[in-house]
Each structure stands twice: as C-alpha cells, then as structure tokens.
C-alpha cells in the first residue's frame, strides 16, 4: 500500500508550476548558500512588515496570522540546517503522487522541483490557511554559484517565530534560484537535525547544520 503524504497530486502539480515563476535577474557576486539565504530571509521580512504589501496581497483572513509573523525577530537565525535527498528518494516521492510511468527526461526535470512539495507538504498538514499565508509571503532571488550543491533546503530557525525553508536549485550555466518558504505548521518540530529527520517520515533525508559563512 502506498503510504499517503498528506498533499494531492494536485497541490504538487501547482508546485511545480509556480517553480516555473521568478525573478529572472541573475546576480553574478559570489556568496555562500548561507548568505544568500540571509538576503531572501531579509526579504521576506520586509515584505511582511509593509503594511501596502499586505493590503494588497493578503486576504483579510490571513491578516493576524501574517502579522504574528511581523512580529518575529528574523536577524539572527538560532540554527539553521541543511535537507537533502537522494535521487533515489525523491523518485519514490515522484511515484508515490502518481508519476510512476514517465520518462527519464521528464522525471530528471521533476526530482529538484520535489524539494518545493516537501515544505509544501508541511504547510499543509497545517490547512489552507498555512498554505496560503506561506504562498502569500514567498520570496524569492536567482544568483550564480559554481560551488552549490544541485539542490539543498536551507532551514532558518529563530526562537519564538516560524522557522524559514530557503529551497537552493541550480540551474544551467551554474545558475541558483532561492525561494524562501516560512513553515507555518506548529507541529514541525525543528530543535535538532534528528528532529527534522525523524518528521520526514515518508522519505530519508540528510540533515546537517550549517555554519554561518558570508
């Protein structure tokens, strides 16, 4: 029996295409994934802080939620933690939403798009209102790095606010598109890398912490 991860085949389709979506200005300044990380973290910051941005984008019901996040206090993170996964692991993933008969290409295209569904997949075992105050405050920037892994999950702990997921995928021509997620489900414990590792239940992941680098 498959083994059923909490999301539809649906919500990971629209993963997929909002991955599509982004800022396409490259910069070119060597920085760590540490680093850059930081900057997309400070962005999203001031994108909850702004009182138009929210008029505009926010729908009344997501207001005292966002504001909660306002709140927080983002400039130094108490730990953050790297998440990766194995090919093999995210093609179980893959299959397990119903892609379990397509080609090589197109499976090689999907895998580090997954990384999205896995912190989506947080969000919403919290409801649509997690999923949408997190779609709501999404930022998010496109960098080179010759150096990056693939794909990495950058996990930004704070104390007393919501942590922050920086999703690294590396494109052509050593290309990095960052997009930050805040974790909005109160039950995704985060005091550890065991931790974190243990709620993946349903896919092995690598969890590491990181160092502060610039």
């Not at 108490?78 to 090919?87: G, P, T």
């Not at 007393?160 to 598109?177: H, L, M």
């Not at 930050?180 to 969890?207: L, R």
């Given at each position: 029996?498959?083994?059923?991860?909490?999301?539809t085949?649906?919500?990971?389709l629209?993963?997929?295409?909002?991955?599509?979506?982004?800022?396409?200005k490259?910069?070119?300044?060597?920085?760590?994934?540490?680093?850059?990380?930081?900057?997309?973290?400070?962005?999203?910051?001031?994108?909850?802080?702004?009182?138009?941005?929210?008029?505009?984008?926010?729908?009344?019901?997501?207001?005292?939620a966002?504001?909660?996040?306002?709140?927080?206090?983002?400039?130094?993170p108490?730990?953050?933690?790297?998440?990766?996964?194995?090919?093999t692991?995210?093609?179980?993933?893959?299959?397990?939403n119903?892609?379990?008969n397509?080609?090589?290409?197109?499976?090689?295209?999907?895998?580090?798009?997954?990384?999205?569904?896995?912190?989506?997949?947080?969000?919403?075992?919290?409801?649509?209102?997690?999923?949408a105050?997190?779609?709501?405050?999404?930022?998010?920037?496109?960098?080179?790095?010759?150096?990056?892994?693939?794909?990495?999950?950058?996990?930004?702990t704070?104390?007393?606010?919501?942590?922050?997921?920086?999703?690294?995928?590396?494109?052509?021509?050593?290309?990095?598109?960052a997009?930050?997620?805040?974790?909005?489900?109160?039950?995704?414990?985060?005091?550890?890398?065991?931790?974190?590792?243990?709620?993946?239940?349903?896919?092995?992941?690598?969890?590491?912490?990181?160092?502060?680098?610039?």
């Open positions: 029996m498959k083994k059923s991860t909490g999301i085949t649906t919500a990971l629209s993963i997929f295409a909002l991955s599509a979506c982004g800022n396409n490259i910069n070119t300044e060597t920085k760590s994934l540490y680093a850059q990380g930081l900057e997309v973290v400070q962005l999203m910051t001031e994108m909850i802080q702004n009182e138009e941005y929210i008029n505009l984008t926010a729908p009344d019901s997501t207001k005292s966002i504001q909660e996040l306002a709140d927080g206090d983002y400039s130094t108490k730990a953050v933690y790297s998440i990766q996964a194995s090919d692991e995210l093609e179980k993933l893959v299959e397990m119903g892609f379990d397509i080609s090589d290409n197109l499976k090689t295209f999907l895998l580090p798009k997954t990384y999205g569904y896995l912190i989506n997949n947080i969000n919403g075992k919290g409801g649509v209102e997690d999923v105050v997190a779609g709501i405050c999404t930022a998010g920037k496109t960098f080179v790095n010759e150096n990056a892994d693939t794909k990495n999950i950058y996990l930004y704070y104390d007393n606010t919501a942590p922050i997921a920086v999703t690294f995928i590396k494109g052509d021509d050593n290309s990095v598109s997009n930050g997620t805040f974790i909005m489900y109160d039950e995704f414990t985060c005091n550890s890398a065991d931790e974190i590792k243990d709620f993946f239940d349903y896919i092995t992941v690598e969890v590491t912490e990181v160092n502060p680098e610039k």
